[in-house]
């Protein structure tokens, strides 16, 4: 009987000693299939199933790095940034010198919207690791995303006496150089970046941009050239070297690389804006409106987009239509005293008269000598048949200024000064000025203008003032 219950221990002893080595074994094992899975599950968007996932992975093994990472980057994805911050300091607590975790720690907090503890993190991580091109690159967009421009330029300049022959830090210089707003000092960036690899795509295209900021024309595109050579893909420098041909007014060539730029990312709001652009030069106004209405299904609130619509449709006499374009401005750039301006021209021409004087009086309250505004003023004034509208008095002045101010003599502004002139009584001299709009007219061969003119002349002759209301026919939606 002893000698059975010895050995009956010793096979109790066996099996007690086999599943201690066995069991985290099978722990280990089993988390790490739980780590595939919610990899799969991450990669299917599921996110609910991939946080379960890896949480189960992390509790079987919770030195299992992999699974807290990966719990972390699903937290994140869900929204559940505080989670993912508080799984973030477990690995940091475990690993307080693994440069990768401060990093992650430091985008964690800054969607947080903890600034400085987020800049403070990625330091730590450039301390731990001096040489990392990545975290130094992190750092210095957070810097500059917060204007801190000061900071990183000398974080790159740092970078640069690490390793003056590395190409990638004079480029990273000039980036921030450029954000900045120093583009000559970031083209000498960008060409020491180039001495030491010519062929450095990043620092070709982005030195061709420096120089078109320049208007160094022949140069940024024959720099934006090799760009595309070194890197096929790029669609910016496509764009760029487009808006290089727009500028120098080659606009066959622009159209060309726009039109690839735009196979290449047809989701670029600035891309459409740009083609819009290009066709109103080649007065293709119907086409431009396709390409400014495009854009607001990549970018609803492209202010410039809005402006550039509302002026397209103006020339298209579609009024009505490029008001709210124009509303649409204003609600982002509230001092625009052009837009100010144009709205007022779309309320003339659409029969708001009110609305126009309201609009016209603000454009002139942010520029007060506009004589743009002045003379859309003066022309309702003067000549709207509503006698609680019109105000022959500061109709008059009004004109005047607007002579005295715009340097030259026009024909539309000199036929508001004749309509003020009638108002206030004075048709003798209403009938003079309308015949120097008339001889003005006819020495600009604007036929349509002349015979609108002429029609005055009967007016004024017999001592009547002009009435017509609206907006005057030769208003255009200048800038």
Aim: one cysteine or more; charged letters at 30%; a neutral charge.
């Amino acid at each position: 009987m002893i000698g059975w219950g010895n050995r009956a221990f010793s096979a109790a002893a066996f099996a007690a000693v086999l599943c201690f080595f066995i069991a985290p074994a099978r722990a280990a094992d089993d988390a790490e299939a739980l780590v595939k899975q919610g990899d799969a599950f991450l990669q299917q968007r599921n996110l609910p199933s991939a946080i379960e996932a890896y949480r189960k992975a992390s509790t079987l093994k919770p030195d299992l790095e992999i699974a807290r990472q990966g719990l972390i980057t699903a937290l994140a994805d869900a929204g559940k940034i505080d989670e993912a911050a508080a799984e973030c300091l477990e690995l940091l607590r475990r690993k307080p010198n693994e440069a990768k975790y401060h990093r992650d720690y430091a985008a964690l907090l800054y969607r947080q919207g903890k600034l400085e503890e987020s800049i403070a993190e990625m330091n730590e991580a450039l301390r731990l690791n001096p040489d990392s091109q990545a975290a130094r690159r992190e750092l210095a967009a957070l810097l500059m995303r917060n204007l801190r421009f000061s900071e990183a330029e000398a974080l790159w300049a740092d970078a640069i006496r690490r390793h003056p022959e590395d190409p990638d830090m004079h480029n990273q210089y000039g980036v921030v150089l450029a954000r900045r707003g120093d583009p000559r000092a970031a083209s000498a960036s960008f060409e020491a970046a180039l001495k030491l690899n010519p062929d450095h795509a990043d620092a070709l295209y982005n030195l061709g941009y420096a120089k078109l900021s320049l208007w160094k024309l022949p140069e940024a595109i024959e720099t934006l050239q090799k760009a595309i050579r070194a890197n096929p893909k790029n669609s910016d420098a496509y764009y760029h070297l487009a808006r290089a041909f727009a500028r120098s007014d080659r606009i066959k060539e622009a159209m060309d690389y726009l039109e690839q730029a735009l196979r290449m990312k047809n989701d670029s709001a600035d891309y459409h804006v740009e083609m819009g652009r290009l066709l109103v030069r080649q007065n293709r106004d119907r086409e431009a409106i396709s390409h400014f209405t495009e854009v607001f299904r990549h970018d609803p609130q492209h202010v410039e987009a809005h402006s550039l619509l509302g002026q397209a449709l103006m020339r298209q006499r579609q009024m009505a239509l490029a008001i709210p374009q124009f509303r649409a401005v204003l609600a982002k750039r509230p001092e625009d005293a052009i837009t100010f301006r144009e709205l007022a021209i779309c309320f003339a021409a659409t029969g708001k008269t009110e609305d126009a004087i309201i609009h016209y009086r603000e454009a002139l309250r942010y520029r007060p000598e506009s004589p743009e505004a002045m003379n859309g003023l003066a022309w309702l004034l003067a000549t709207d048949p509503d006698p609680k509208i019109r105000n022959g008095e500061e109709a008059l002045a009004l004109a005047n200024a607007a002579l005295k101010l715009s340097g030259t003599r026009r024909a539309d502004y000199l036929d508001t000064l004749a309509a003020a002139q009638a108002e206030t009584g004075k048709c003798d001299e209403a009938l003079k000025t309308i015949k120097s709009a008339i001889e003005l007219a006819k020495s600009c061969g604007d036929e349509q203008g002349v015979k609108d003119l002429e029609s005055r002349i009967k007016t004024f002759t017999e001592g009547k003032p002009h009435r017509r209301g609206g907006a005057q026919p030769s208003t255009q939606p200048t800038r």
